[in-house]
């Protein structure tokens, strides 16, 4: 985003496209020429994809199993009402890359509402989940009421509310609460990387790390 505000959208590509392939220069240029008309008006709906596609680009991962949009992107389309970009993002990635398409989130309460309101479902959300409620936004009770009520899988973050709650409780409460998997810092991780790999070892979802996904 940073970069496009900066250098323009061609200023962007060649920034992240410097000794890529031919391959990936027809690949965004069908992108490109399949959102021209957003693109041209400077509309979200054309931008992110191609945002979407540097960024993979970029990345040069070839087993790419998910695309997850960062929470500061997320969440600013959250508060704008974009649905159409959330319901056009999910097939996209899909088709697109092959892989899970899905957001992180500050907002996890608000977020999962407005999915659900919009009949809108990606592979995953990644949002804030712990037994102080840090960061459950709107409020602690209505992110676990909205966890209830989702047909959306959720990958917790945050387990640790800033360093106030060990991994293992994190984890487990987050667990408990219908998270599908967690999702930790390294800065928290520390001595407890033991008690991450019993847990992944000891329940059936993965208890992963955040280079699990590319994300914008």
């Given at each position: ?54 960024e ?79 960061m ?27 360093g106030a ?10 667990r ?41």
């Amino acid at each position: 985003m940073r970069d496009s505000s900066e250098l323009g959208l061609p200023g962007t590509a060649l920034k992240r496209l410097r000794g890529a392939p031919p391959a990936t220069f027809v690949r965004l240029g069908l992108t490109g020429v399949s959102h021209a008309g957003a693109v041209l008006k400077g509309d979200f709906l054309g931008m992110v994809p191609i945002m979407l596609e540097l960024e993979v680009a970029a990345l040069g991962a070839r087993d790419l199993r998910g695309v997850v949009l960062s929470a500061t992107l997320t969440d600013m389309l959250l508060a704008g009402g974009h649905r159409a970009l959330f319901a056009h993002l999910v097939p996209f990635v899909r088709a697109r890359f092959g892989a899970m398409a899905g957001f992180e989130t500050r907002n996890l309460g608000h977020l999962l509402a407005r999915l659900r309101e919009w009949g809108v479902q990606p592979d995953l959300v990644v949002g804030p989940l712990n037994p102080l409620g840090f960061m459950m936004k709107p409020t602690p009770g209505q992110v676990l009421a909205e966890l209830r009520a989702a047909d959306v899988p959720v990958v917790a973050k945050e387990i640790a509310a800033g360093g106030a709650v060990g991994l293992e409780e994190g984890a487990r409460f987050a667990r408990a609460h219908g998270a599908r998997g967690v999702v930790v810092d390294l800065v928290d991780v520390g001595e407890e990387a033991g008690v991450l790999r019993g847990l992944a070892a000891g329940e059936p979802p993965a208890v992963g790390g955040r280079a699990a996904a590319a994300m914008l």
